[in-house]
């Protein structure tokens, strides 16, 4: 189990953005596979974007366009840019590393709350 910390969720307007940053101590961050999910009130948990260690992203196409995933292996950080948010985006976000097909490795977390509103 890697131990994955979320940060800078928050309310934001509709078309506003918000950085989330998923940091470790890991001291093998570099080859992870890593993915950002999603889990609004009474939906499931979904993969909103992940990132493989070459740097190949995948995300859902719902976000296409609009979030950017990214890695900083120095930082042992991943982070997703979201831009042009919708109240639809609200959710609890998680991050993890991801295995094949994309599937969470690890426990979640307490996860970044992202609400979108006016």
């Known amino acids: 189990q890697a131990q994955l910390v979320e940060s800078g969720g928050g309310l934001v307007q509709p078309g506003g953005s918000l950085r989330l940053s998923c940091a470790t101590s890991?001291?093998?961050?570099?080859?992870?596979?890593l993915g950002w999910y999603r889990q609004a009130p009474g939906k499931q948990r979904d993969l909103v974007a992940g990132?493989?260690?070459?740097?190949?992203?995948n995300y859902g196409d719902s976000v296409k366009g609009r979030f950017t995933i990214s890695r900083d292996n120095a930082k042992k950080t991943v982070y997703l840019q979201m831009n042009s948010l919708k109240p639809e985006d609200t959710a609890v976000y998680y991050c993890?590393?991801?295995?094949?097909?994309?599937?969470?490795?690890?426990?979640w977390g307490q996860g970044t709350q992202v609400t979108v509103s006016s």
């Open positions: 990132i493989t260690p070459g740097g190949n992203t």
């Open positions: 890991e001291s093998i961050f570099s080859i992870y596979t």
């Open positions: 993890s590393r991801a295995g094949s097909g994309w599937r969470p490795l690890d426990s």
